[in-house]
């Protein structure tokens, strides 16, 4: 079972916009508050796509954005496209493991 | 464009060994600590390994404690995994990846991040 709780899939229609949430606890996103988030499309590495908990990287669109709040973090994508369909991971340093992932959610693009 | 490279992947028997490698181009890998993270066949992403750049400071997950071993040659830019006894639960596929480590500026705490991943290298152990 991953420490940090994702759901498990989201689903959403083209020009729509999703939330993803990640609950974790004190002894982790309540203590760092640096949680990244990383887009993984099928058969392909993850890649990058929130760090430190509301930044993006060069060359992610705006139409993602990160936020944080207590022991819980959340990715919002906006303006659902079909290319966004993949699945997603929060991760954040934790007092009891060095790294913990979610267990990401899948997402659906109607 | 920054990359990683691994490779060293097999299938193996159970009980026994295998050494994961891992190459950087673009970028300067003895720089940056690098983890090892892993995603078994239809699973969630695990960490696993972390050392840091000079490689005095390495971590281990629980699981994997005891049984692999991580290190550096920072004269030949390039991170290894040592794997040993082998067990069916290890099968998966192992990524490289560059740790952005924390650091502290007027702003507050940074990085704790993973920025760049390779493609990954296959671990099967199976009989």
């Known amino acids: 079972q991953s420490a940090l709780t994702q759901p498990a899939s989201v689903s959403g229609s083209p020009g729509q916009s999703i939330t993803i949430s990640c609950t974790g606890t004190?002894?982790?996103?309540?203590?760092?508050?640096?949680v990244s988030w990383y887009q993984q499309h099928p058969g392909k590495a993850p890649k990058l796509l929130i760090y430190?908990?509301?930044q993006r990287p060069s060359g992610i669109s705006n139409r993602f954005s990160g936020s944080e709040s207590g022991n819980t973090a959340s990715l919002t994508i906006s303006g659902l496209q079909a290319e966004d369909e993949a699945h997603y991971y929060c991760?954040?340093?934790?007092?009891?493991?060095?790294?913990?992932f979610g267990g990401g959610t899948k997402l659906t693009v109607l | 464009e920054e990359q990683l490279l691994e490779s060293g992947g097999a299938l193996v028997q159970p009980g026994g060994s295998l050494r994961l490698s891992c190459s950087a181009s673009?970028?300067?890998?003895?720089?940056?600590?690098v983890n090892w993270v892993r995603q078994a066949p239809g699973k969630g992403l695990d960490w696993v390994s972390a050392?840091?750049?000079?490689?005095?400071?390495?971590l281990y997950a629980d699981s994997v404690k005891g049984r692999f071993t991580i290190s550096r040659d920072n004269f030949r830019n390039t991170v290894h995994l040592q794997m040993s006894s082998l067990r069916a639960e290890d099968t998966a596929l192992y990524y490289c990846?560059?740790?952005?480590?924390?650091?502290?500026?007027?702003?507050?705490?940074?990085?704790?991040?993973?920025?760049?991943w390779g493609q990954g290298t296959p671990v099967s152990v199976s009989s």
């Open positions: 990846v560059q740790r952005i480590t924390e650091y502290e500026d007027s702003s507050g705490s940074h990085g704790r991040y993973y920025h760049t």
């Open positions: 673009g970028f300067t890998l003895s720089n940056f600590a």
């Open positions: 050392i840091s750049a000079s490689g005095d400071a390495r």
């Open positions: 004190s002894s982790d996103i309540g203590t760092y508050n640096l």
């Open positions: 430190e908990g509301t």
């Open positions: 991760c954040s340093d934790a007092v009891y493991t060095p790294v913990v």
